[in-house]
């Protein structure tokens, strides 16, 4: 579903971030982080940016990490590197040159260890380049999939960067963490956080209908609001599931479809030892973060902070 080209509804103000992130970069480096849970919208934003960029004249180079190749060295890197012209690496010094054509298998290794410091430095060369002639976007979605490698070459040249009109534009679960960023922290580029939150109902609605049209009946798309709380891929998954099942939920329960069982799945699993933060707020009735913290001993203060950062405790009253 996430690679479906479709209209963006909504998210106004985000797309305001994200227009003056774009127009910034002529001004020197800048850094913009979409983050926020599963399937709230990230990507067709990060898509809608890149279309800007393209608009406003900027050089997109982009990757999408998958997880089942994050074990990869410089897959990321080999895929944002891709549409780059040839002439792009001339200028690189020879012991650059080849260790970068090393790391993206254009060359025979030579029996020396590779060095990661020579792959950084040209790739900030080659960022430089790509630069000189248009502001230069490196555009990331998914970046909680990055493989280590990409993430520590990319991160070594980003944080090297001064003058340059380059911009970083990262897509990332905020539940799997925000490792890449907080290896460019001390860079000295403007970085911009934006956390995705919930649909607007009226949004919501938006969305729904120009998805199913007159598919779901009024009560179905404001149960739907309810039950996917504003998280458009919730709704998008219950309200295919309720138009295939063809019957009208008036009254009946909402189907929760398999591909939805799934995604639950994968945010418990990535949480880790956090979850035990979550069950334990579950069954205080006034849960707060000093008892939560208190009941799960010396781990107890680590799983707080990654289920809060997880937003698992939005819908509960936390002290
Ligand atoms: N503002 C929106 N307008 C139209 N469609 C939307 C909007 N937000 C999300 N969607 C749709 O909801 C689904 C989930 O959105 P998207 O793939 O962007 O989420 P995501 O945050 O990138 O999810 P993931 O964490 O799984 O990568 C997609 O089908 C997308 O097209
Ligand atoms: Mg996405």
């Given at each position: 579903m996430a690679s479906e080209a479709h209209t963006i509804v909504g998210r106004a103000t985000e797309l305001e971030t994200v227009r003056a992130f774009v127009d910034s970069i002529d001004r020197g480096p800048a850094a913009?982080?979409?983050?926020?849970?599963?399937?709230?919208?990230?990507?067709?934003?990060?898509?809608?940016?890149?279309?800007l960029a393209r608009d406003r004249g900027c050089e997109v180079q982009q990757c999408r990490p998958v997880e089942s190749e994050g074990h990869l060295a410089f897959t990321a890197l080999s895929d944002l590197l891709t549409d780059v012209p040839p002439s792009a690496f001339d200028?690189?010094?020879?012991?650059?040159?080849?260790?970068?054509?090393?790391?993206?298998l254009r060359a025979e290794p030579d029996g020396d260890e590779m060095l990661p410091r020579a792959v950084g430095l040209a790739v900030l060369g080659v960022l430089r380049e790509l630069s000189i002639a248009e502001p230069l976007v490196?555009?990331?979605?998914?970046?909680?999939?990055l493989d280590q490698a990409s993430r520590r070459v990319l991160a070594f040249a980003i944080r090297r960067l001064s003058h340059e009109r380059v911009g970083l534009f990262?897509?990332?679960?905020?539940?799997?963490?925000?490792?890449?960023?907080?290896?460019?922290?001390?860079?000295?580029?403007?970085?911009?956080?934006l956390r995705l939150g919930p649909l607007q109902s009226d949004e919501l609605t938006a969305l729904l209908r120009s998805r199913f049209g007159d598919g779901l009946t009024r009560a179905s798309v404001s149960k739907l609001e309810d039950t996917s709380g504003g998280n458009p891929m919730f709704a998008l998954h219950i309200g295919r599931a309720l138009i295939e099942r063809g019957e009208s939920s008036d009254d009946s329960e909402l189907p929760i479809p398999d591909s939805?069982?799934?995604?639950?799945?994968?945010r418990l699993d990535g949480l880790g030892n956090a979850i035990a933060a979550v069950q334990a707020a579950a069954v205080l009735s006034r849960p707060c973060v000093s008892l939560i913290t208190g009941l799960l001993g010396p781990a107890g203060e680590a799983a707080v902070r990654v289920a809060a950062d997880a937003e698992c405790f939005r819908s509960m009253a936390i002290g």
């Amino acid at each position: 579903m996430a690679s479906e080209a479709h209209t963006i509804v909504g998210r106004a103000t985000e797309l305001e971030t994200v227009r003056a992130f774009v127009d910034s970069i002529d001004r020197g480096p800048a850094a913009l982080l979409i983050s926020g849970e599963a399937g709230v919208g990230k990507s067709i934003v990060w898509r809608e940016g890149l279309r800007l960029a393209r608009d406003r004249g900027c050089e997109v180079q982009q990757c999408r990490p998958v997880e089942s190749e994050g074990h990869l060295a410089f897959t990321a890197l080999s895929d944002l590197l891709t549409d780059v012209p040839p002439s792009a690496f001339d200028s690189l010094p020879a012991p650059q040159r080849r260790a970068l054509d090393v790391a993206l298998l254009r060359a025979e290794p030579d029996g020396d260890e590779m060095l990661p410091r020579a792959v950084g430095l040209a790739v900030l060369g080659v960022l430089r380049e790509l630069s000189i002639a248009e502001p230069l976007v490196i555009a990331i979605d998914d970046a909680h999939w990055l493989d280590q490698a990409s993430r520590r070459v990319l991160a070594f040249a980003i944080r090297r960067l001064s003058h340059e009109r380059v911009g970083l534009f990262v897509a990332s679960r905020a539940d799997t963490g925000e490792g890449f960023l907080d290896e460019i922290e001390d860079a000295d580029i403007h970085v911009t956080h934006l956390r995705l939150g919930p649909l607007q109902s009226d949004e919501l609605t938006a969305l729904l209908r120009s998805r199913f049209g007159d598919g779901l009946t009024r009560a179905s798309v404001s149960k739907l609001e309810d039950t996917s709380g504003g998280n458009p891929m919730f709704a998008l998954h219950i309200g295919r599931a309720l138009i295939e099942r063809g019957e009208s939920s008036d009254d009946s329960e909402l189907p929760i479809p398999d591909s939805l069982v799934e995604l639950v799945a994968e945010r418990l699993d990535g949480l880790g030892n956090a979850i035990a933060a979550v069950q334990a707020a579950a069954v205080l009735s006034r849960p707060c973060v000093s008892l939560i913290t208190g009941l799960l001993g010396p781990a107890g203060e680590a799983a707080v902070r990654v289920a809060a950062d997880a937003e698992c405790f939005r819908s509960m009253a936390i002290g």
